[in-house]
């Protein structure tokens, strides 16, 4: 069952933890029927957390303890 969790004037963010999705609703006009909805799972919804907080260091100068792994081992 779908719950509201967040409610702006021009999108909302609903949950379900029965099957532990998330849902994103955009209205970028005043009609309902521009309406989209984005859809994602668990694991999809943790890779957009962590790509926000890359992004958020990368905007606030910060180094991590640890480096990603993003380049090929020699």
Same mark, same amino acid.
């Given at each position: 069952?779908?719950?509201?969790?967040?409610?702006?004037?021009?999108?909302?963010?609903?949950?379900?933890?029965?099957?532990?999705? +998330?849902?994103?609703?955009? &209205?970028? @006009? *005043?009609?309902? $029927?521009?309406? +989209?909805?984005?859809?994602? &799972?668990? @694991? *999809?919804?943790? $890779?957009?957390?962590?790509?926000?907080?890359?992004?958020?260091?990368?905007?606030?100068?910060?180094?991590?303890?640890?480096?990603?792994?993003?380049?090929?081992?020699?």
């Amino acid at each position: 069952m779908w719950e509201s969790v967040l409610k702006k004037e021009h999108w909302e963010i609903q949950v379900n933890p029965d099957n532990k999705s +998330i849902q994103i609703h955009v &209205d970028p @006009s *005043e009609t309902k $029927e521009e309406r +989209i909805f984005l859809e994602l &799972d668990q @694991s *999809e919804l943790f $890779e957009l957390l962590h790509t926000f907080l890359s992004i958020n260091r990368s905007f606030n100068n910060e180094t991590m303890y640890y480096d990603d792994l993003e380049t090929d081992p020699v």
